[in-house]
């Protein structure tokens, strides 16, 4: 059992896509008043099909009014990392403090290098991570003397002015599935963010992967809590009995989410979904009955 104890927050993850251009801000705005937490957009910056995600979080940042906003997750080889440290402070700033940061490695090198990206290998790719963090982190720490000075092998800042500083804390959360870079997340991250459909083994390799994350975060002197875990999830929802995980009623999705949570510690569940009835379901009917069941559990 690997309950951490967080609270559960849910939220949508949106396709960007180009045509109709409203359409995913529309989702933002049903994902918002379903009650849903936080509004996610892909990122693939060379997938011309798709709005350039952090233009689309910019503009549903000024549409709404209450829900967290995050690339879900932005690749990095074609965001830089001081540049896209001053963007998330500024949007940050100008939101109130809705902004959160969700990162990878990159992972379709053919369009990123397309895209004038540097094609990396697997262990390249896990050092470039780090060496962003720091460069983030550094950008945002205005309480700190000096200008920045990171050299790295991929990212080298010298001399840079630190801020502007977010008007909260932004979590950088990493997306995560191999050893080295679930090492990574636990040393640095301040949340995993993998895809249900991307694990192995569905949910019973989260504890394995866990495991991985906590060892890495306890080596680096950090509570293993201090990581919180995410999941994006799809499905189907039915008004009869289910077939399966995530294949039934809303009733039924909020009981095996509960069961997410306090088996596998995930507090953070993100319904992949460009349905306004799904965004509905997940925030109105499944989000609420999903909370009641972890706290009664958590109190017995």
């Not at 902004?99 to 992972?107: F, H, K, P, T």
């Given at each position: 059992?690997?309950d951490?104890?967080?609270?559960?927050?849910?939220?949508s993850?949106?396709?960007?896509?180009?045509?109709?251009?409203?359409?995913?801000?529309?989702?933002a705005?049903?994902?918002?008043?379903?009650?849903?937490?936080?509004?996610?957009?892909?990122?693939?910056?060379?997938?011309?099909?798709?709005?350039?995600?952090?233009?689309?979080?910019?503009?549903?940042?000024?549409?709404?009014?209450?829900?967290?906003?995050?690339g879900?997750?932005?690749?990095?080889?074609?965001?830089?990392p001081?540049?896209?440290?001053?963007?998330?402070?500024?949007?940050?700033?100008?939101?109130?403090?809705?902004?959160?940061?969700?990162?990878?490695?990159?992972?379709?090198?053919?369009?990123?290098?397309?895209?004038?990206?540097?094609?990396?290998?697997p262990?390249?790719?896990?050092?470039a991570?780090?060496?962003a963090?720091?460069?983030?982190?550094?950008?945002?720490?205005?309480?700190?003397?000096?200008?920045l000075?990171v050299?790295?092998?991929?990212?080298?800042?010298?001399?840079?002015?630190?801020?502007?500083?977010?008007?909260?804390?932004?979590?950088?959360?990493?997306?995560?599935?191999?050893?080295?870079m679930?090492?990574l997340?636990?040393?640095i991250?301040?949340?995993?963010?993998?895809?249900?459909?991307?694990?192995?083994?569905?949910?019973?390799?989260?504890?394995?992967?866990n495991?991985?994350?906590?060892?890495a975060?306890?080596?680096?002197?950090?509570?293993?809590?201090?990581?919180?875990?995410?999941?994006?999830?799809?499905?189907r929802?039915?008004?009869?009995?289910?077939?399966?995980l995530l294949?039934?009623?809303?009733?039924d999705?909020?009981e095996?989410?509960a069961?997410?949570?306090?088996?596998?510690?995930?507090?953070?569940?993100?319904?992949?979904?460009?349905?306004?009835?799904?965004?509905?379901?997940?925030?109105?009917?499944?989000?609420?009955r999903?909370?009641?069941l972890?706290r009664?559990?958590?109190?017995?």
């Amino acid at each position: 059992m690997s309950d951490y104890g967080h609270e559960l927050w849910f939220g949508s993850f949106i396709t960007p896509t180009a045509r109709p251009p409203q359409a995913p801000v529309e989702l933002a705005l049903t994902s918002e008043r379903a009650g849903l937490d936080l509004v996610s957009f892909q990122d693939h910056p060379y997938q011309s099909a798709f709005q350039d995600t952090w233009t689309l979080m910019s503009y549903v940042a000024a549409r709404t009014e209450r829900i967290r906003i995050s690339g879900n997750v932005l690749s990095l080889p074609l965001r830089p990392p001081a540049v896209l440290a001053r963007a998330a402070a500024s949007l940050d700033r100008l939101t109130g403090g809705r902004v959160e940061l969700g990162i990878g490695a990159g992972a379709f090198w053919d369009g990123i290098v397309a895209m004038g990206g540097r094609r990396l290998e697997p262990a390249q790719a896990v050092r470039a991570v780090e060496e962003a963090v720091d460069v983030i982190r550094g950008l945002w720490a205005t309480e700190e003397t000096g200008p920045l000075r990171v050299t790295g092998e991929f990212y080298t800042v010298n001399g840079a002015k630190r801020g502007p500083a977010p008007a909260h804390r932004i979590p950088i959360r990493i997306g995560a599935y191999k050893p080295r870079m679930l090492r990574l997340t636990g040393k640095i991250a301040d949340g995993w963010l993998p895809s249900l459909g991307f694990l192995p083994e569905g949910p019973a390799s989260l504890r394995a992967m866990n495991e991985q994350i906590d060892e890495a975060a306890s080596a680096a002197g950090r509570e293993p809590a201090a990581v919180s875990r995410l999941l994006n999830l799809s499905g189907r929802f039915t008004s009869g009995a289910g077939g399966g995980l995530l294949q039934g009623t809303p009733g039924d999705w909020a009981e095996q989410i509960a069961d997410l949570a306090l088996q596998y510690g995930v507090s953070g569940f993100i319904l992949a979904s460009d349905e306004p009835a799904d965004l509905n379901l997940f925030g109105h009917e499944v989000a609420p009955r999903a909370r009641e069941l972890v706290r009664s559990e958590r109190v017995t």
